[in-house]
């Protein structure tokens, strides 16, 4: 399906894996041209390079901390030069290194104003730089990625960045959407990235369980056939990217394969 995003200039936080990296190689399929930013210098240009391989797009890497001002600010305006101008956001970068205790018990004030420095400022900041290109155009896109943890409870610091995600997507759709800028939010579940799927392998092995069953156990309770690839989300993405998704504005829409029974309206 043509998205009509061909020539259309992206930018993408979160770029060099797993769901940022799959938005960006299919926007590049769509014929838009990107600019990725990630911490890490060498998997970050490897991922432009493979991207621009497989559709023949321009990609452009830039190291980048979405957390900090001054960097994000010398991110997009370079974006801007390098692409001639931006028209979609797609926010995804945040980082946890390792497991991070989410009861009250273990979780600190450091691990919790991280979480939010990462996701709810870096995203803010990351629109607030991107803003004036979109609006100079009359046209743009940003998509906020989430997360399922702000629709369940039992993870403290997960849980409510992904809820201010959600405020934040609405509070940028009502000040930008006169511009012609749409923002809108998705929450994966447990996706089948890089990561989850080496931290999947390990308790595979080490249960004697397949993939699909662990993703299945209580708790997964996904309703679909098969686990969510990073692929299945970013094809949402890429729609809500495009002038396609024009009468859906300041929502959050579930990607997380079904999870759950409950039911939200």
Same mark, same amino acid.
């Given at each position: 399906?043509?998205?009509?995003? +061909?020539? +259309?200039?992206? @930018?993408?936080?979160?770029? =060099?894996?797993?769901?940022? +990296?799959? @938005?960006? &190689? ?21 991922? %432009? ?9 321009? *990609? ?17 305006? =370079? ?20 497991? *991070?205790?989410?009861?009250? /018990? ?34 743009? &896109? ?14 403290? =610091? ?6 201010? *995600? ?6 940028? %759709? ?8 749409? @923002? ?9 990235? /890089?990561?989850?799927?080496? /931290?999947?392998? %390990?308790?595979?092995? +080490?249960?004697?369980? =397949?993939?699909? /069953? ?18 299945? *989300?970013?094809?949402?993405? @890429? ?27």
């Amino acid at each position: 399906m043509d998205m009509e995003l +061909k020539g +259309k200039r992206a @930018v993408v936080t979160g770029g =060099s894996r797993g769901i940022g +990296k799959a @938005v960006a &190689r299919l926007l590049g399929a769509q014929g838009a041209d990107c600019a990725i930013c990630a911490r890490n210098e060498a998997p970050l240009v490897q991922a %432009a390079r493979e991207l621009a391989d497989a559709n023949g797009t321009r *990609v452009f890497p830039f190291v980048a901390d979405t957390s900090d001002e001054k960097s994000v600010s010398e991110f997009i305006e =370079s974006a801007a030069s390098a692409l001639g101008g931006i028209d979609i956001l797609v926010n995804g970068a945040a980082r946890r290194s390792g497991p *991070v205790p989410e009861d009250l /018990e273990h979780m600190t004030p450091q691990i919790m104003a991280e979480d939010f420095r990462e996701k709810v400022i870096g995203y803010f900041l990351c629109a607030k730089e991107a803003a004036p290109h979109l609006k100079a155009n009359g046209w743009g &896109r940003i998509v906020n990625i989430g997360g399922m943890a702000g629709r369940t409870g039992g993870a403290l =610091s997960a849980g409510a960045r992904n809820v201010a *995600v959600v405020n934040l997507t609405k509070g940028l %759709a009502l000040e930008l959407g006169p511009h012609g800028v749409n @923002v809108n939010a998705v929450h994966p579940g447990r996706t089948l990235t /890089e990561n989850v799927r080496a /931290e999947l392998e %390990a308790q595979s092995q +080490k249960q004697g369980k =397949s993939i699909e /069953e662990l993703l299945r156990q209580p708790g997964a309770a996904l309703s679909v056939i098969r686990p969510v690839t990073a692929d299945d *989300v970013a094809q949402v993405i @890429v729609f809500l990217a495009s002038p396609a998704s024009f009468a859906i504005n300041g929502q959050v829409i579930d990607v997380s394969g079904g999870l759950g029974r409950t039911v939200f309206y």
